[in-house]
T-cell receptor
Framework: GEDVEQSLFLSVREGDSSVINCTYTDSSSTYLYWYKQEPGAGLQLLTYIFSNMDMKQDQRLTVLLNKKDKHLSLRIADTQTGDSAIYFCAESGGGATNKLIFGTGTLLAVQP | DAGITQSPRYKITETGRQVTLMCHQTWSHSYMFWYRQDLGHGLRLIYYSAAADITDKGEVPDGYVVSRSKTENFPLTLESATRSQTSVYFC??????????????FGQGTRLTVV
């Protein structure tokens, strides 16, 4: 079945770049997403990328997609303490049901 | 207020009791979802609904019941709560099932503890 994996924890210093990685198994995934969850809150969509794209940039966020290796990454430039949160990747468009499948989430801790 | 709201925010219940978590959205989105969030598992889909009176199982449906008599409401019922159902539950709504780059909007979550 579909599976989405992420490392559990990443710690960076304020001002550095953060790179959060995600691997997925479903080669028929059409869209891949990054969601952010702040403490005590629900998830909010950060960005998404269509599977025929290699890269998408949105201000401080850069998404890279390596479809051959089924690897997705989210780079946050000039990381701020307000970026501290759990980041989830998710995929959809694959399989018969086309549902959103979420990864395990990566806790990003930004040290001042 | 526009958006998606869940109630209650926090709930403690005893093993064996029935408990219902409420979810209400104001956008008239067709799709609604229930997820549970557990450490090490991320978000797992419990049930989803494509429209009023249409529901389907997700990844972990056992022990849960849903209904959708109105488009805007999607309650989740634990028929006989167990300790393994202690979790944070999120409701979400979306225009689509998951494709097309459509955003899923999440509620604030309900933290349920079964003692």
């Amino acid at each position: 079945g579909e599976d989405v994996e992420q490392s559990l924890f990443l710690s960076v210093r304020e001002g550095d770049s953060s790179v959060i990685n995600c691997t997925y198994t479903d080669s028929s995934s059409t869209y891949l997403y990054w969601y952010k969850q702040e403490p005590g809150a629900g998830l909010q969509l950060l960005t998404y990328i269509f599977s025929n794209m290699d890269m998408k940039q949105d201000q401080r966020l850069t998404v890279l997609l390596n479809k051959k290796d089924k690897h997705l990454s989210l780079r946050i430039a000039d990381t701020q303490t307000g970026d501290s949160a759990i980041y989830f990747c998710a995929e959809s468009g694959g399989g018969a049901t086309n549902k959103l499948i979420f990864g395990t989430g990566t806790l990003l801790a930004v040290q001042p | 207020d526009a958006g998606i709201t869940q109630s209650p925010r926090y709930k403690i219940t005893e093993t064996g009791r029935q408990v219902t978590l409420m979810c209400h959205q104001t956008w008239s989105h067709s799709y609604m979802f229930w997820y549970r969030q557990d450490l090490g598992h991320g978000l797992r889909l419990i049930y989803y609904s494509a429209a009023a009176d249409i529901t389907d199982k997700g990844e972990v449906p056992d022990g849960y019941v849903v209904s959708r008599s109105k488009t805007e409401n999607f309650p989740l019922t634990l028929e006989s709560a167990t300790r393994s159902q202690t979790s944070v539950y999120f409701c979400a709504s979306s225009e689509s099932l998951g494709g097309g780059g459509t955003e899923a909007f999440f509620g604030q979550g309900t933290r349920l503890t079964v003692v």
